[in-house]
């Protein structure tokens, strides 16, 4: 399919759509015909199969084709993939959800922390949002040790469980620590071993530089990383993390293991292992999770407005889940999470479905950004049909 983008030129939308789904593929072309993206690709899944599949645009701003096996940095879309390592582990009953997380990590006790479980941390419940002292640049977060020694070190910022607040880096290092006390290997490697290879993923937590010529160039918002919501908490959680999107294009960041921002794939990359979840934990006759662990990461943990974010959120574990404030899917059990400057993902249980979004151009505002939202909805829609 050819369109025609607000600069004139075309935008030849590849690869494949279902009948009935022709809604996405127009939904998708028409983000290019207003300008709003430089490359991206969409997909989507029922009963684990494929029933979207497409990519568009340029993987740099030099225009360089957007390719089938182009993949991109999703920010906060890898939070998902970190919990399934999480719900794997639980599934195989070498981790409990509502077991301290020092069981596992034990200094992490410190500082009034022995209280907190695995599940607040999934949740986002921790009191952990933010680093202390704060990070003076990303370079830091490359230093697993140093990090997880911080978190291990402070103390919460508001009693953990009482209330959701954004922990939109440091989530990654406390999901990623207790996987490797657990399983005595890194959660990038526990990730591809146990995930993302048997599943025939592309998608990666630390990339190697052999795939290097694959990645898209992401283009930062203008304005860096969007202003905090008006808090003491907000406050403290972004300047305890300065970032503003240009590191993702560096060679030690796409090396990094950085499991809550780090992530490496495209929109079929994150789509298919959704559709395990979608499916009950099962895909192409292979469990990888029970039914009971699919449903306790649908499972509310907390609703409320976050503290962080400022919008009233329900989490699950390791998920943001289906509700009035956050209407992502007809169906009641559906579970999402998005990623900063616009990757988006949605799985839903009901209709067996998952779909996902991931492009190189950041949005400037991500509370104005519709565009993964938009083809979520109406891939979501044919699905019903």
């Known amino acids: 399919?050819?369109?025609?983008?607000?600069?004139?030129?075309?935008?030849?939308?590849?690869?494949?759509?279902?009948?009935?789904?022709?809604?996405?593929?127009?939904?998708?072309?028409?983000?290019?015909?207003?300008?709003?993206?430089l490359g991206a690709s969409c997909a989507a899944t029922v009963d684990g199969e494929f029933v979207v599949d497409i990519w568009a645009g340029s993987a740099d701003t030099a225009g360089r084709p957007w390719q089938q096996g182009t993949i991109v940095n999703t920010f906060s879309v890898t939070k998902t993939m970190a919990a399934i390592c999480v719900l794997a582990l639980v599934d195989r009953g070498e981790l409990e959800l509502n077991s301290p997380v020092a069981k596992y990590w034990p200094e992490f006790a410190a500082n009034g922390k022995s209280a907190i479980t695995v599940s607040h941390v999934l949740a986002h419940t921790a009191g952990l949002s933010g680093f202390e002292p704060p990070v003076v640049d990303a370079t830091f977060l490359y230093d697993w040790s140093a990090c997880c020694e911080r978190l291990a070190a402070q103390a919460p910022w508001w009693e953990p469980g009482t209330a959701s607040?954004?922990?939109?880096?440091?989530?990654?290092?406390?999901?990623?620590?207790?996987?490797?006390?657990?399983?005595?290997?890194?959660?990038?490697?526990?990730?591809?071993d146990e995930i993302a290879e048997p599943l025939g993923a592309d998608f990666h937590i630390g990339l190697p530089e052999s795939e290097d010529h694959r990645v898209a160039e992401l283009v930062p918002p203008a304005q860096g990383r969007p202003q905090p919501f008006h808090t003491e908490i907000a406050e403290r959680t972004s300047k305890s993390t300065p970032l503003n999107g240009g590191e993702a294009n560096t060679r030690a960041w796409r090396a990094a293991e950085l499991p809550a921002i780090g992530g490496i794939g495209n929109a079929r990359s994150i789509a298919l292992i959704h559709a395990m979840m979608a499916c009950g934990g099962e895909l192409s006759g292979t469990r990888m999770l029970s039914e009971s662990t699919v449903a306790a990461a649908a499972c509310a943990?907390?609703?409320?407005?976050?503290?962080?974010?400022?919008?009233?959120?329900t989490f699950g574990n390791g998920f943001g889940l289906n509700s009035e404030t956050t209407p992502i899917s007809p169906n009641e059990r559906a579970m999402f999470w998005a990623g900063w400057g616009g990757a988006f993902a949605v799985i839903d249980l009901d209709a067996r479905a998952s779909v996902a979004y991931a492009m190189n151009r950041m949005a400037d505002d991500s509370a104005t950004d519709f565009r993964g939202g938009i083809l979520a909805a109406t891939a979501l829609a044919c699905a019903s049909m």
Do not use: C, K, P, W
Not at 1 to 27: I, K, L, N, P
């Open 1 to 37: 399919m050819t369109s025609t983008g607000t600069d004139g030129g075309e935008t030849v939308v590849e690869g494949f759509v279902a009948a009935g789904y022709e809604a996405v593929r127009d939904a998708f072309a028409a983000n290019f015909e207003q300008g709003l993206e």
């Open 165 to 192: 607040g954004y922990h939109a880096v440091t989530q990654g290092f406390l999901v990623g620590e207790v996987v490797r006390r657990v399983t005595g290997t890194t959660i990038g490697r526990f990730f591809r």
């Open 301 to 313: 943990q907390i609703t409320g407005v976050d503290l962080v974010n400022g919008v009233e959120l």
